[in-house]
């Protein structure tokens, strides 16, 4: 399972055909809007769509079935580069320890695919990291995530 979040709301039928596109032929995908979770029946792969409070970074894309779709290794990074490609949108995917070097359970850390370039990022203090810390009015800071350093990722 993997969740990445992206830049633009995209509708179920984009969404769908990207992962048509990248994933092997003939595996059934399942994409549908946030409903609680996945069916009892997901098919081969099951994407949810879940509408975040950010408005910088809309949409959230919750991943499951991906470990044997023909996508390889690291098959969030390479969703995320063809949903920037496909898509035009900026991506955030969780932290692979196989490409920086940060505790993967910091919450707060992300890759981001930003302009087509993939950087180490922070997400402390936006909408995306909850209610939890010095929020505003309405219960969250809406400060925007941050690019730490760029990262080279190699997913050959």
């Known amino acids: ?20 596109e990248s994933v092997r032929p ?10 609680g979770g996945p069916p009892d029946l997901t098919g081969d792969l099951w994407v949810g769509l879940v509408v975040t409070t950010d408005p910088a ?3 959230s894309l919750d991943v499951l079935g991906a470990d044997d779709c023909g996508l390889g290794p690291h098959p969030d990074l ?6 920037a ?6 991506v955030l995917c969780g932290v692979d320890p196989a490409f920086v070097d940060v505790d993967p359970q910091d919450p707060y850390y992300r890759l981001a695919l930003v302009g087509g370039r ?28 941050e690019l730490i350093r760029q990262v080279e990722m190699d997913l050959r």
Request: net charge negative; aromatic share 10%.
């Open 78 to 83: 390479r969703v995320a580069e063809r949903l």
């Open 118 to 145: 993939w950087y180490l990022a922070s997400t402390a203090g936006t909408r995306l990291a909850g209610p939890y810390a010095a929020p505003d009015e309405d219960g969250f800071r809406d400060d925007p995530v």
């Open 57 to 59: 970074w809309p949409l």
């Open 26 to 35: 003939g595996l059934r995908t399942v994409v549908e809007l946030d409903g």
């Open 85 to 90: 490609e496909c898509h035009g949108v900026d």
């Open 1 to 20: 399972m993997f969740s990445i979040t992206v830049s633009r709301a995209l509708g179920v039928a984009d969404v769908r055909a990207t992962f048509e």
